[in-house]
C-alpha cells in the first residue's frame, strides 16, 4: 500500500521518472522543474514586491512567525548547490508570497543535496505537462473545480468562497489556464473585471489562504494553482 505523500525525495523521483539525476539537475537549474526543502520552526517573512511610480522595487512582509512547511529554491541557487555541493541560503520562492526569507536568529541555513524535496503538486505538473511517470489528464486530488459563476472553488483540498469581483478574477485565470497562456497580467485582469483597486492582495484580503489558489510569478503575473 502505498501512502499519499506532499513531496518526495529526489531518489523516488528518478526512479518514477526513470531519469538520470544530470537530467533532473538540468531541469531545475533552468527553472522547469522547482526543487524544495523541509524547515521546521523557522522564522520566516512571507511579503509581496511593489512598485513605486518611479519604478523601483520594494519588499511589503505580511506574515512573520515560526514556519513549519516547505521552502522552494531559485534556480540559481540550485545551480550553486550542485556545484559546490551545499549552499547558504537566506531568500527563497513560495506559492503564498513573492517572496519567502528566514529572519530572527537564524538568518541563513546551509542546503546540501541530501536536503532537497519534490512537491507533489509540482511533480504531478511537470508530468501532466511533459508525460513523464505515465501521467495521464485524469484528476488528481490538487486538481481545480469551480462553480458555473466560479462563486465555490475548490482547490489542493480547500474550499473558496468568493465574492463577485474574486469570482471574475478566477474566471478569468481559468480560462486563460484552458488556452495555454496561464500567466497573465495582475493589474490588466484586475481592470478588465472593474476592480477599484489594482493590487490582488487588496482584492483577495478577505481570504487568508488565497495563496493557495492564485500563485505569482514575483512580477505582476498571476496563475491558478492546480490547473
Not at 522547482?34 to 509581496?48: A, H, K, T
Not at 520594494?58 to 549552499?87: I, K, M, T, W, Y
Not at 485565470?173 to 488556452?179: I, P, S
Not at 477599484?196 to 496563475?223: E, Q
Amino acid at each position: 500500500m502505498e501512502i499519499e505523500k506532499s513531496y518526495f525525495t529526489l531518489p523516488e523521483i528518478l526512479e518514477r521518472w526513470s531519469m538520470s539525476e544530470a537530467d533532473l539537475v538540468y531541469l531545475a537549474e533552468n527553472d522547469q522543474l522547482r526543487l524544495s526543502i523541509r524547515v521546521f520552526n523557522l522564522v520566516v517573512e512571507f511579503g509581496d514586491y511593489e512598485e513605486t511610480p518611479e519604478g523601483e522595487r520594494f519588499s511589503v512582509p505580511f506574515e512573520r512567525g515560526p514556519f513549519n512547511g516547505l521552502l522552494d529554491l531559485h534556480a540559481h541557487d540550485v545551480f550553486q548547490l550542485f556545484r559546490h555541493g551545499e549552499v547558504k541560503l537566506s531568500r527563497f520562492r513560495s506559492h503564498r508570497a513573492h517572496y519567502a526569507c528566514l529572519t530572527g536568529a537564524r538568518e541563513c541555513i546551509t542546503v546540501r543535496h541530501r536536503d532537497l524535496f519534490l512537491r507533489r503538486e509540482e511533480r504531478d505538473r511537470f508530468e501532466a505537462e511533459t508525460g513523464f511517470g505515465g501521467a495521464v489528464a485524469s484528476p488528481q486530488p490538487g486538481t481545480f473545480q469551480a462553480s458555473d459563476d466560479y462563486q465555490d472553488v475548490r482547490c489542493n483540498g480547500q474550499q473558496f468562497r468568493l465574492g463577485p469581483i474574486q469570482s471574475q478574477v478566477v474566471r478569468v485565470l481559468h480560462e486563460a489556464a484552458a488556452r495555454g497562456e496561464p500567466w497573465q497580467n495582475g493589474k490588466a485582469i484586475l481592470t478588465a473585471v472593474g476592480s477599484r483597486s489594482l493590487k490582488m492582495s487588496d482584492v483577495f484580503k478577505s481570504k487568508k489562504n488565497w495563496r493557495a489558489l492564485i500563485a505569482s510569478n514575483g512580477r505582476g503575473a498571476y496563475r491558478l494553482i492546480g490547473v
